[in-house]
């Protein structure tokens, strides 16, 4: 049990450090939510709901919402009525949003060359499959 503890414990803390790391770095204006929001639609593809999209990222839709209505007003997003129930709404990222995506992960580069310069980098790419693997069992039982 106290490793279990441990782990996410750690895991905690390098979110909260990363994360603030990652937002400094990024280009004024881009907060760590709007880039998540850019790179998950870039992932998954397009015409995600409002709804889906907080439940992907585990948020509020009002807080979804706000960040949306930001990224919209940046050009990085379309929000469209959805073709067949025009009471919902679609998001896509625009080709602006993919420029600002990859300007942000341009802007996070050194960063990461940094820390692959002073980590181990084999042993950090170790654990990838076991943080995966935590992930994929955590998301099968949220909600």
């Given at each position: 049990?106290?490793?279990?503890?441990?782990?996410?414990n750690?895991?905690?803390?390098?979110?909260?450090?990363s994360?603030m790391?990652?937002e400094?770095a990024?280009p004024?204006?881009?907060?760590?939510?709007?880039f998540?929001?850019?790179?998950h639609?870039?992932?998954?593809?397009?015409?995600w709901?409002?709804?889906?999209?907080?439940?992907?990222?585990?948020?509020?839709?009002?807080?979804?919402?706000?960040t949306?209505k930001?990224?919209?007003?940046?050009?990085l997003?379309?929000i469209?009525?959805?073709?067949s129930d025009?009471?919902?709404k679609?998001v896509?990222?625009?080709?602006?949003?993919r420029?600002m995506?990859?300007?942000?992960?341009?802007a996070?580069?050194p960063?990461?060359?940094?820390?692959m310069?002073?980590?181990?980098?084999k042993?950090?790419?170790?654990?990838v499959?076991v943080?995966?693997a935590?992930?994929a069992?955590?998301?099968?039982?949220?909600?």
């Amino acid at each position: 049990m106290e490793a279990a503890f441990g782990f996410f414990n750690e895991i905690g803390i390098i979110a909260q450090l990363s994360g603030m790391a990652l937002e400094n770095a990024m280009p004024e204006g881009m907060t760590l939510a709007q880039f998540s929001v850019l790179n998950h639609l870039s992932r998954m593809g397009e015409g995600w709901t409002p709804q889906r999209i907080a439940q992907a990222m585990q948020v509020t839709k009002g807080a979804m919402t706000g960040t949306l209505k930001h990224l919209e007003g940046k050009e990085l997003v379309v929000i469209v009525p959805d073709e067949s129930d025009g009471r919902v709404k679609r998001v896509s990222i625009s080709p602006e949003g993919r420029a600002m995506r990859e300007a942000c992960i341009a802007a996070v580069a050194p960063l990461m060359q940094e820390m692959m310069q002073d980590l181990d980098i084999k042993n950090i790419a170790r654990t990838v499959p076991v943080l995966a693997a935590v992930r994929a069992w955590l998301d099968a039982r949220r909600n």
